[in-house]
């Protein structure tokens, strides 16, 4: 059944990225006594990937190789990677190797759309019940690394455990991969066309950046980002360190509340519009870091456990609906080009400042035994103000049509 097999690679997929990025940052600063600033450059290479897959994508997949094919060579190059990660001892030795897979792993994100959507004879109905199965899939990981394995409670942090979290994820992605050439063929859907560096940058979608709307709507959306890095790289380092048990499993609340809000989305987007969306999300990012300042792992959980809950309207109601608000705006021509720009705009460019912020400001707070988490979690908490104060004063509310 060939959903069954759609859903599984989704499942596949997302179980990979969620077994190994939540907790890297634990790992480097617990195993491999990284730095902020080196643990930035290491959740920057999520930047460096993002940067590289469109050339992967538009240039080779799209022209040359079946989808379902390269998916399965990156992934099996990937559990390499992975493995190889597994093994280093330290810092420097590790680099290369997560530089590497994240070059590999980033195309995989837009080929594992391709398969999907080009089994499916309507998109907009099918594809959610199958990208659903990747967000079960970061459940899972978060799940089996706290409440099967235990590889984030402190004494196996201590022990080095959590470089396991590489192994596991070396397998899934060696089984991905071999599973990867089972899937229905999807050839090249550009095959003889010319494609060009303006096709893969989305240099013909600038032209929307001329709409003052929507160029301080792409100015936030860089900015927002910062903020964004913040939450990638120290939410589970913070949340082991001040001693809340089980930190990944309950990181994966954030997820389960993504589905929820995404399903809540259009409602709000119908009901009070796309500025007003962007708003509560942008809002929801002040308060999220508000709280993990203030909060603890004691009288005080309850906040760090409503921070991350707020995940899911931080990411539906800024990126998603931004994601929306972006298709509405461009015309039929450079849709595709458009999004391209806004998804190399933030989790290339403005991820990557974010990350060089975050690790900057986590050295910044670091003391001889921990963090002054309270002064790391106010400063994305301040910019994050600062972007929605801009956007709330410069964006002027428009309708947008919301039929995706």
């Not at 990225?17 to 600063?29: E, H, I, M, Q, R």
């Amino acid at each position: 059944m060939i959903t069954l097999r759609l859903s599984t690679m989704m499942f596949l997929q997302f179980f990979i990225w969620g077994g190994w990025f939540v907790t890297l940052g634990t790992y480097l600063a617990g195993t491999l006594s990284a730095s902020g600033g080196q643990i930035g450059m290491a959740f920057s290479t999520q930047s460096w990937g993002a940067i590289i897959a469109p050339f992967i994508v538009g240039l080779i997949a799209d022209r040359f190789f079946n989808a379902e094919r390269i998916l399965g060579v990156l992934h099996l190059c990937g559990a390499v990677l992975m493995y190889m990660m597994y093994q280093a001892n330290d810092f420097t030795t590790f680099y290369p190797y997560v530089l590497g897979y994240m070059i590999a792993y980033m195309p995989t994100l837009a080929l594992v759309n391709s398969v999907a959507f080009g089994q499916m004879a309507n998109p907009s109905k099918e594809f959610g019940k199958i990208r659903v199965w990747g967000t079960v899939g970061w459940i899972v990981a978060g799940l089996l690394i706290s409440y099967v394995f235990s590889w984030d409670s402190t004494s196996a942090i201590a022990d080095g455990m959590l470089r396991n979290t590489f192994m596991l994820c070396a397998i899934a992605s060696l089984a991905l991969g071999i599973f990867s050439f089972t899937l229905p063929a999807t050839p090249p859907k550009a095959a003889g066309q010319k494609t060009g560096l303006r096709d893969v940058l989305g240099v013909d979608a600038l032209a929307l950046l001329k709409d003052k709307n929507f160029f301080i709507f792409f100015l936030s959306s860089v900015l927002i980002c910062i903020p964004l890095a913040f939450y990638y790289q120290n939410a589970n380092p913070f949340l082991t360190e001040i001693g809340v048990e089980n930190a990944t499993g309950k990181m994966t609340l954030g997820q389960v509340s993504e589905v929820l809000f995404m399903l809540a989305l259009p409602v709000f987007l119908n009901k009070f519009g796309i500025k007003a969306t962007l708003l509560i999300g942008m809002a929801a990012w002040v308060l999220r870091y508000a709280l993990f300042a203030f909060g603890d792992a004691d009288e005080g959980l309850f906040m760090l456990i409503v921070g991350i809950a707020l995940h899911g309207i931080c990411y539906d109601f800024f990126f998603v609906s931004g994601q929306i608000y972006t298709d509405a705006k461009a015309g039929e021509r450079i849709k595709s080009a458009a999004q391209g720009l806004i998804t190399l705009a933030t989790y290339g460019v403005g991820m990557l400042i974010g990350f060089a912020v975050a690790g900057k400001i986590t050295d910044e707070y670091t003391t001889a035994t921990s963090h002054s988490w309270q002064d790391i979690w106010l400063f994305p908490a301040g910019f994050a103000a600062v972007v929605l104060i801009i956007f709330l004063v410069l964006f002027k509310s428009e309708k947008v049509s919301t039929d995706a």
